[in-house]
């Protein structure tokens, strides 16, 4: 049987070869696949590597990095196996895979879209449904590519009967018609999710939303006794809670509430950011997403957004320096649901943090180990380290030096199957797959 791989590059599919971006046909997925439909994780050994090794901030430099059944078996300077398909990258540069740290992407689609930017991971900001769980199980099982998905599915919002996620479960059709409230209403709502098998819950203090009609960005949402609950329901069932938050009084409600990370805080400040260094609180502050506010076609392209995008983008810029100086987790993250027409990617965040006085180094790590850490899956991914899932990018230059080629991977594998490999010249980046 052809593997995966190898079906990718063959020249009787005209469309693939010219768009590499697009997801394979479902002939060319079904000559891939297995005969229950399961995609292959390639015996790789992919010699002549470059690596970057996010721990400690050096090359490694003309090594060999082995991958079976998704896993990375080895990475050094040892020959590689007789029995290992070997790939000469000769001297290219390979990452671990970058960490989306607010995906809202609800399609199959869309996660094609995350992982040929360079997404591995994705942590769900909430998604239509439980159609991130969906994703989530399809690539666990191997029906699909990747990213892996850590899903939040149903958000936890006054305002869920303004989105169809009152279609996901019948026990949420009550609130087409009215608003969640009350410590019952929310309680409900968390745990309706955790039946479901979220891996995280979002909720909010702060109101506007492109998803919502609800308050203004600096009110708070739901009241300090629902907010408790809300925590309360998810501590329960073991699950940690993503707080959306804009302005600084509910930024600071989110964080002594007990929020594990903070999503946005577009109007933070040096105290909030100092509560956050004391409560050990992640930020994702999805600075990217914020400057595609004065894109037309962009997801956020509303007049409150280009309105307020000056000052926030400015007030970020000095957060995020500042947080970062004070040692507070900055983990990367766009915000979009990876439609045909979004633009901003992980790639984007890396570089503004860097613009924002990270070192390359750093912000790598933001996209990487960092998030790795913070969001628990430090032993499954992460880094280029013998044990870890196959989660690779390759790229042409040293992005330690050269960080705008982040936006341009010419392979990516997520557990070990192949997601892009794109034609450089006459030949494919990985030969013969």
């Known amino acids: 049987m052809l593997t995966f791989a190898v079906i990718l590059s063959l020249a009787a599919v005209p469309a693939r070869a010219q768009n590499p971006y697009a997801r394979p046909s479902l002939e060319v997925l079904a000559a891939a696949a297995g005969a229950d439909g399961i995609l292959p994780q390639p015996f790789i050994a992919l010699t002549g590597a470059n690596v970057i090794d996010v721990r400690s901030g050096s090359v490694l430099g003309d090594v060999s990095i082995v991958l079976r059944e ?173 707080c959306h938050a804009h302005g600084i009084e509910v930024v600071i409600a989110g964080i002594e509430a007990g929020c594990r990370s903070i999503e946005h805080a577009s109007y933070i400040n040096e105290e909030a950011l100092r509560l956050m260094k004391a409560r050990g609180t992640l930020w994702v502050p999805t600075y990217i997403s914020v400057v595609g506010f004065e894109l037309p076609h962009d997801d956020y392209a509303t007049t409150i957004a280009r309105q307020r995008a000056p000052h926030i983008l400015e007030n970020l810029q000095r957060m995020i320096r500042l947080g970062h100086e004070m040692g507070i987790p900055i983990l990367t993250a766009v915000d979009t649901s990876y439609g045909p027409e979004s633009v901003y990617r992980v790639a984007g965040e890396i570089n503004a943090f860097i613009d924002f006085g990270m070192s390359p180094i750093d912000a790598l790590r933001a996209a990487t180990i960092r998030s790795a850490e913070a969001y628990g899956l430090a032993d499954r991914t992460g880094a280029i380290e013998v044990g870890l899932e196959a989660d690779l990018l390759v790229f042409d230059r040293n992005p330690l030096e050269q960080p705008s080629v982040l936006h341009n991977p010419l392979a990516v594998l997520s557990n070990g199957r192949v997601g892009l490999n794109r034609s450089v010249g006459s030949a494919k980046v990985l030969p013969g797959y």
């Open 70 to 242: 998704g896993r990375i078996v080895s990475v050094g300077p040892e020959a590689p196996p007789a029995a290992a398909d070997v790939i000469d990258l000769r001297g290219r540069y390979v990452t671990p895979g970058f960490f989306e740290g607010h995906y809202h992407g609800s399609s199959v689609g869309s996660a094609h879209r995350a992982l040929v930017s360079g997404v591995t991971t994705a942590r769900s900001a909430s998604a239509d449904g439980f159609s991130d769980i969906a994703q989530r199980d399809l690539v666990t099982a191997g029906y699909l590519a990747g990213p892996d998905i850590l899903a939040a599915s149903v958000y936890v919002t006054p305002e869920l009967g303004t989105t169809d996620d009152v279609l996901a479960d019948p026990r949420l059709a009550k609130y087409l018609n009215r608003p969640v409230r009350g410590e019952a209403a929310v309680r409900e709502v968390v745990r309706i999710n955790a039946e479901h098998g979220v891996d995280w819950i979002k909720t909010r203090t702060s109101g506007l939303s492109s998803r919502t009609s609800g308050p203004d960005a600096l009110a708070m949402a739901f009241t300090v006794e629902e907010l408790a609950a809300i925590m309360d329901e998810a501590e329960r069932h073991g699950i940690p809670v993503a």
